[in-house]
């Protein structure tokens, strides 16, 4: 596609059930990053992948939290009995490569735990 | 510890002055800084890159100065409009992290 690609654009779930937020990339970026950006907040970053591989996995908050990218394509997001601290919004970006700069974001995933 | 800090969080001006916005960082040695904006509900679009060996690099109505010594970069937007009106970003790489300032809330008022 021509941009970053987020799915569910909204996701309202119940608190201890999982969620999967999926990204789909702009093809050809090997570089693809996670961020999470609670109301009124900075961009908090969550994970790095160049192309399948996640060299820095330092930003998830906890063990409830995972990823995975396959193909160097798309990337998904897994929150695991989600708490009502982890809803925000759930933001994807790919780049060229992470020695190019410029990142390209999707919309988003608005998250919100009940 | 590696630090963004943007100059302040909102900045209230008049169509048609120049804004400018500060971003200082510490124990980085980036190759290069970005800016961003962000629109509320949407994610952040990119505007300008500045590489360590450039001081200042332009586009359009906005200009961006890097200063490697100070560690602090300077966002301006001339003659500033109301669809001007965003969060403004500044960005580092280091490591495999691309890791972000907390943003300047900017409003121009007509």
């Known amino acids: 596609g021509a941009g970053v690609s987020q799915s569910p654009s909204n996701k309202v779930t119940e608190k201890g059930k999982d969620v999967e937020l999926r990204c789909d990339p702009i093809s050809g970026h090997t570089a693809l990053y996670w961020y999470r950006q609670r109301l009124g907040q900075g961009l908090e970053f969550l994970i790095y992948?160049?192309?399948?591989?996640?060299?820095?996995k330092s930003g998830l908050p906890s063990d409830r939290f995972s990823a995975e990218r396959t193909g160097e394509s798309v990337s998904t997001l897994t929150i695991q009995r989600t708490q009502q601290e982890d809803s925000a919004v759930y933001l994807c970006?790919?780049?060229?490569?992470?020695?190019?700069?410029?990142?390209?974001f999707g919309q988003g995933t608005r998250l919100t735990v009940v | 510890s590696q630090k963004i800090e943007q100059n302040s969080e909102a900045l209230n001006i008049q169509e048609g002055k120049t804004a400018t916005l500060t971003c200082n960082y510490t124990?980085?040695?980036?190759?290069?800084l970005q800016w961003y904006r962000q629109d509320p509900g949407r994610g952040p679009v990119f505007l300008l890159l500045i590489r360590e060996n450039e001081k200042e690099k332009r586009k359009e109505r906005l200009k961006v100065t890097f200063d490697t010594t100070l560690k602090q970069s300077l966002f301006h937007i001339t003659a500033s409009q109301p669809a001007d009106s965003a969060t403004y970003l500044c960005a580092l790489t280091a490591d495999y992290k691309l890791s972000f300032g907390a943003g300047t809330t900017v409003t121009v008022r007509a």
């Open positions: 124990n980085y040695s980036p190759a290069y």
């Open positions: 992948f160049q192309g399948n591989s996640a060299p820095d």
């Open positions: 970006a790919s780049s060229l490569d992470r020695l190019v700069g410029e990142a390209f």
